[in-house]
């Protein structure tokens, strides 16, 4: 679902996660842009990535580094009934972004351009990715870098036309799975597999023979015919959590504390035009 900024209908969050147990959010970076990028409601917002933040000396990188992390806690505070500077984000050794203090809600993100993208998963973990639908991908050494053999020999059969935009889609589906399982770039796209034709798909192995057991669900998405958007959810066979909000998962002490910090009036600054 797309979101406008942070005044959109959040609602749909807690009920994609009620009915599905994940959800996927979009959003353009021109709704999330920080005007007042240094502003101390800005800071509150990032958290421990503020100094991460000021290390970013490109001005886009930094907005889309920012935006991208404000929608990703907006979305997780609406899953967890908290104020989105009450959410803090952690990251592994490889990157990967997690809920610190809380493991009920698994999230992922990523950004291309102009695209801000979003997951959340309670039944297993998720990996989203997104990239230009027009992206070139197509080139000598396919198999040494991209595809397994098996996809190699099937891109090379295809219409030239249609080459690139497979390959997208298999970049896309690629990067949400190897963040799913937490390996990031570390996971050589070589090893790993899906179908080329667009149609369903599961890990096929480098030979196409299939790899997994239907616990994973791939999906793919155009966005606006812009974009390539890609989502991978495992499922670990526990079923979803039936209840994110943090004041149940968290000390009825700790929820008093956090309160206290942060300040009611402060966790009631709504107003749309000045969140920043």
């Not at 005044?7 to 969050?13: K, T």
């Not at 050794?93 to 997690?98: A, E, I, M, Q, S």
């Not at 192995?205 to 495992?234: K, L, M, Q």
Request: net charge negative; glycine share 10%.
């Amino acid at each position: 679902m797309v979101i406008t900024g942070p005044g959109g209908d959040w609602s749909q969050v807690r009920a994609d996660l009620d009915r599905h147990a994940c959800t996927v959010l979009y959003a353009r970076l021109g709704d999330w842009r920080p005007e007042q990028a240094k502003g101390p409601r800005l800071r509150a917002l990032l958290g421990r990535d503020w100094a991460r933040f000021l290390e970013l000396t490109h001005p886009d990188v930094r907005t889309r580094f920012a935006s991208s992390r404000v929608l990703l806690k907006f979305a997780a505070a609406a899953a967890l009934h908290v104020p989105p500077q009450a959410v803090e984000l952690g990251y592994t050794h490889t990157g990967r972004p997690y809920l610190r203090g809380y493991d009920g809600v698994h999230i992922s993100l990523s950004h291309t351009d102009e695209l801000l993208l979003v997951g959340l998963a309670t039944g297993g973990v998720i990996g989203v990715d997104a990239e230009l639908a027009d992206r070139k991908l197509y080139g000598p050494g396919l198999d040494r870098h991209l595809c397994t053999p098996h996809e190699a020999a099937e891109i090379e059969a295809m219409p030239p036309e249609e080459r690139d935009p497979a390959l997208v889609r298999l970049w896309t589906l690629k990067e949400a799975y190897s963040k799913a399982i937490g390996l990031g770039m570390q996971f050589r796209f070589t090893n790993f597999g899906f179908r080329t034709d667009g149609t369903s798909t599961d890990v096929l192995r480098p030979d196409g023979s299939p790899g997994s057991d239907g616990e994973w669900t791939f999906r793919t998405y155009d966005i606006d015919g812009a974009y390539t958007v890609s989502v991978a959810v495992g499922d670990a066979g526990f079923g979803p959590t039936a209840d994110t909000a943090a004041g149940t998962a968290l000390d009825a002490g700790i929820m008093d504390a956090l309160a206290e910090v942060l300040g009611e009036d402060e966790a009631q600054e709504d107003a749309a035009d000045d969140w920043w």
